[in-house]
């Protein structure tokens, strides 16, 4: 697997916990690496045990005990509804805890994410052809036709994205994406009844055919030596440009903006989207 560079980012996001600083050569838990002392770090809202977040069931109680009631999770399984299978295989349990399939990240804990283990979600890659004013596809130096996709800005580090989120339990993966897709780029949450309605048909009307572009573990930023998300990537294309490419896109939820742009190797993006956007460029066939 490739080496993550975001999950090894020097400040934890969303705190002001520094990483251990791992060196590209030492990231493989089969490198030797006996300086190697993360702090361990799970962020209070998750200690609080939000549903979203598993218990810990490994905290030590006064009279010894080990486990403090809560059960162990399932690992590398279906755990009742949540699903702590990793789309890269079988993952390590080490010291009762999984262990990240990528190695090092300079953080032990969960950080911000609530599973440890795979954190599951799902990014829509909503695609349509770049049009100029007479309605013509525009084309590159190379002519090669020029696609764009929907980006959203997070609200939580201002950084554009996919408008992806997270699987909740039980929920199957081509619901978060039509999910996600509403509340982020069209404000589903905030739409009246009626235009939920018509918010909902444009979108299943786009999202019965979609084309899986990636499916695995994201360098995001909050992974963790414990705790790292994985997910599916589905490309959505407006081929015509009569469907979804005339959506009046909306921010909403998690997300502050919202806008078409082009598909590039220039764009900036959260954790590893650019991977994702340029395998879509690829099936599409598009300018790069
Ligand atoms: C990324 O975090 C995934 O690729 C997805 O885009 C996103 C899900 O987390 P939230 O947007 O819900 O924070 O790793
Ligand atoms: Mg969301
Ligand atoms: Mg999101």
């Known amino acids: ?5 975001k999950a090894r ?5 969303r705190s002001d916990k520094k990483r251990f600083q791992v060196p590209d050569e030492k990231v493989p838990w089969s490198v030797p690496f006996p300086e190697y002392a993360p702090i361990d770090f799970t962020s209070d809202s998750v200690l609080q045990m939000p549903p979203w977040a598993d218990k810990d069931f490994r905290v030590v109680q006064t009279n010894g005990d080990t486990s403090n009631g809560f059960q162990e999770p399932k690992w590398n399984q279906l755990d009742g509804k949540t699903n702590r299978r990793s789309h890269t295989g079988r993952y390590e349990i080490v010291d009762k805890v999984p262990r990240n399939p990528v190695g090092r990240t ?4 969960r950080g911000c994410l609530g599973r440890w283990g795979p954190n599951h979600a799902a990014d829509p890659i ?3 052809w770049k049009r100029n ?5 525009v084309v590159d130096d190379n002519h090669k036709l020029v696609a764009q996709f929907i980006a959203v800005q997070r609200r939580d580090n201002g950084q554009w994205a996919l408008p992806g989120g997270m699987v909740d339990a039980g929920e199957v993966v081509t619901m978060t994406l039509r999910r996600e897709f509403g509340e982020e780029a069209l404000n589903s949450l905030e739409a009246s009844e009626q235009e939920k309605k018509h918010i909902e048909a444009s979108i299943n009307e786009l999202f019965t055919r979609g084309q899986e572009v990636f499916r695995g573990y994201v360098d995001d930023p909050r992974n963790t030596d414990n705790a790292w998300m994985e997910t599916v990537a589905m490309n959505f294309h407006d081929q015509d440009g009569q469907g979804v490419a005339r959506f009046k896109l909306n921010a909403g939820d998690d997300a502050v903006g919202v806008q078409w742009m082009d598909l590039s190797h220039r764009l900036e993006l959260y954790a590893s989207h650019i991977d994702f956007l340029q395998r879509t460029a690829e099936k599409l066939g ?3």
């Open 133 to 137: 004013d007479k309605g013509q596809i």
């Open 9 to 13: 980012c020097p400040v934890y996001p």
């Open 126 to 128: 909503v695609t349509r």
């Open 106 to 109: 300079g953080v032990r804990g």
């Open 286 to 288: 598009a300018s790069w």
């Open 1 to 5: 697997m490739k080496l993550h560079n």
